[in-house]
Antibody, heavy 119, light 106 residues
Framework: QVQLVQSGTEVKKPGASVKVSCKAS????????ITWVRQAPGQGLEWMGW????????EYAQKFQGRFSMTADTSTNTAYVEVRSLRSDDTAVYFC????????????WGQGTLVSVSS | DIQMTQSPSSLSASVGDRVTITCRAS??????LNWYQQKPGEAPKFLIY???SLQSGVPPRFSGSESETDFTLTISSLQPEDFATYYC?????????FGQGTKIEI
């Protein structure tokens, strides 16, 4: 069965960096993309960007360009999102989701990783 | 960027009610419209893709339709487990934006 398992809660200070992982299993990793979605406390879903696993190409929403990096390791079937220069408004749950190749819908989701940024 | 506007932002309903949620795209997205359900503290669950195609395992009381840039999610007979927040998402042109969500409450 398809599973996406994310790394655990992170507590960081402003200015630090964090790298969240998303380990995939139950399907051929390179045949799908991985999308990252952010959800601030009490807020809706924000599409951050995605990575096409087969070639490593990435696409980011404008808001998430610069401090955010999406990567993938095909040897371990793991995708990552790194956030640098953390700010308090980066506090959110970060979800990874499998992106279907043609319609780009998100059919399987990780459980979410809470990143808390506070001094 | 394509803007997705959902309405209403919340609604009160009872078990057995027929419920309709609307999502309007700011430009033509053909049929590249998806729906998700999210319950508190959980990851979203994928319901519908291509405006009206039901994901495997999703109960048939859920349905989707489209009319140009307007898209509708209908729950024909609301069940207790359907009280949640619903999001639309366009996957026509990146960034693949979500609507702001519609919360269905008792």
């Amino acid at each position: 069965q398809v599973q996406l398992v994310q790394s655990g809660t992170e507590v960081k200070k402003p200015g630090a960096s964090v790298k969240v992982s998303c380990k995939a299993s139950g399907y051929i990793f390179t045949r799908y993309g991985i999308t990252w979605v952010r959800q601030a406390p009490g807020q809706g879903l924000e599409w951050m960007g995605w990575i096409r696993i087969y070639n490593g190409n990435t696409e980011y929403a404008q808001k998430f360009q610069g401090r955010f990096s999406m990567t993938a390791d095909t040897s371990t079937n793991t995708a990552y999102v790194e956030v640098r220069s953390l700010r308090s408004d980066d506090t959110a749950v970060y979800f990874c989701a499998r992106a279907e190749s043609n319609y780009a819908y998100l059919d399987y989701w990780g459980q979410g990783t809470l990143v808390s940024v506070s001094s | 960027d394509i803007q997705m506007t959902q309405s209403p932002s919340s609604l009160s309903a009872s078990v057995g009610d027929r419920v309709t949620i609307t999502c309007r795209a700011s430009q033509n997205i053909v049929s590249y419209l998806n729906w998700y359900q999210q319950k508190p503290g959980e990851a979203p669950k994928f319901l519908i893709y291509a405006a009206s195609s039901l994901q495997s395992g999703v109960p048939p009381r859920f349905s989707g339709s489209e009319s140009e840039t307007d898209f509708t999610l209908t729950i024909s007979s609301l069940q207790p487990e359907d009280f949640a927040t619903y999001y639309c998402q366009q996957s026509y042109s990146a960034p693949y934006t979500f609507g702001q969500g519609t919360k269905i409450e008792i």
